[in-house]
């Protein structure tokens, strides 16, 4: 199973909106509504923010928001802030019932 | 409090054999799956595979599968990554993490594994 896509970094200021895309194949994103996306700062393990494309847990703040399109997952962050500075993974769940994760976006807040 | 505790790092030679564990509190852990996610040096996070605590069913992903061997003793609520022979390239940080609706809403603290001559 080939890891999904993800761009290496996305920057924004404080206050803006960014993207992060995530794309993979009919095989995983675009049979499946089992994309989530983590939040890991340095040295810390994985935060859960989106389940199941579009869920926020409890606790996640309602600026992160998920969506999907065929086979492409996107999380976008609003009201940027400065604790928003992390590295972002997608994952998706596969037709071989494994889940299959991107390599990973840096979030740069100027 | 619900959480994952994971054994400490380890440093091992090439060749050795190593189990780690993952000991999980405050839920039912037989009720929830368990999978091992591997995070290379700098780099992004791979599935070793999953596990049920209720019945030991497990999954592998391919590249892990014959490498590892994945286990549970519900008597202490814990799950255990094994490797019979490591070698350089399982350097890495290992996560434990419980699934929820096919994703991970919670996470080990995650154990050092370095392995070198």
């Known amino acids: 199973q080939s890891a999904l896509t993800q761009p290496a970094s996305v920057s924004g200021s404080p206050g803006q909106s960014i993207t992060i895309s995530c794309t993979g194949t009919?095989?995983?994103?675009?049979?499946?509504?089992?994309v989530s996306w983590y939040q890991q700062h340095p040295g810390k393990a994985p935060k859960l923010m989106i389940y199941a494309v579009s869920n926020r847990p409890s606790g996640v703040s309602n600026r992160f928001s998920g969506s999907k399109s065929g086979n492409t997952a996107s999380l976008t962050i609003s009201g940027l802030q400065a604790e928003d500075e992390a590295d972002y993974h997608c994952a998706s769940y596969t037709s071989t019932s494994l889940y299959v994760f991107g390599p990973g976006t840096k979030v740069t807040v100027l | 409090e619900v959480q994952l505790v994971q054994s400490g790092a380890e440093v091992k030679k090439p060749g050795e054999s190593l189990r780690i564990s993952c000991m999980g509190s405050g839920y039912s852990f037989t009720g929830y799956w368990i999978a091992w996610v591997r995070q290379m040096p700098g780099k992004g996070l791979q599935c070793v595979g999953v596990?049920?605590?209720?019945?030991?069913?497990?999954t592998y992903s391919p590249s892990f599968q014959g490498r590892v061997t994945l286990s549970v003793d519900k008597s202490i609520s814990t799950a255990y990554l094994q490797w019979g022979s490591l070698n350089a390239s399982d350097t890495a940080i290992y996560y434990c993490a419980r699934r929820y609706m096919n994703a991970f809403d919670l996470w080990g603290q995650g154990t050092v594994v370095s392995v070198s001559s």
């Open positions: 009919s095989s995983d994103i675009g049979s499946y509504n089992y």
């Open positions: 596990i049920y605590p209720g019945d030991s069913g497990t």
